[in-house]
Nanobody, 123 residues
Framework: QVQLAESGGGSVQAGGSLRLSCTTS????????MGWFRQAPGKEREGVAS???????THADSVKGRFAISQDNAKTTLYLEINSLKPEDTAMYYC?????????????????WGQGTQVIVSS
């Protein structure tokens, strides 16, 4: 089992930056894939970025060049660097863990979820 806890959200102006963190507590095998997702009001949850056990990353086209996923060396904390924020980035951001070998940003592959951290971007 995996317990996840996000932090680092907040209210920022467009063009600003944030660094989201997700601490993990493991009770068994380490997940093969960790990801960040977001859900805006009235919209479906969408994949933002993922990182596999080998360090390979995937980013959604909508955030490429602005967002970057990473992990600490111990793989206990997941990060999401968010730059050049836009009002459309406003959403609840969630980290998630998957035991699928194929690491993607498809939400159905992720079994464990955190409670989320809110990001609000004003214009």
């Amino acid at each position: 089992q995996v317990q996840l806890a996000e932090s680092g959200g907040g209210s920022v102006q467009a063009g600003g930056s944030l660094r989201l963190s997700c601490t993990t507590s493991l009770y068994g095998i380490r997940p093969y894939c960790m990801g960040w997702f977001r859900q805006a009001p009235g919209k479906e949850r969408e994949g933002v970025a993922s990182i596999g056990d080998d360090g390979a990353t995937t980013h959604a086209d909508s955030v490429k060049g602005r967002f970057a996923i990473s992990q600490d060396n111990a793989k206990t904390t997941l990060y999401l660097e968010i730059n050049s924020l836009k009002p459309e980035d406003t959403a609840m951001y969630y980290c998630a863990a998957s035991y699928w070998r194929l690491c993607t940003i498809e939400k159905t592959a992720f079994r464990y979820w955190g409670q989320g951290t809110q990001v609000i971007v004003s214009s």
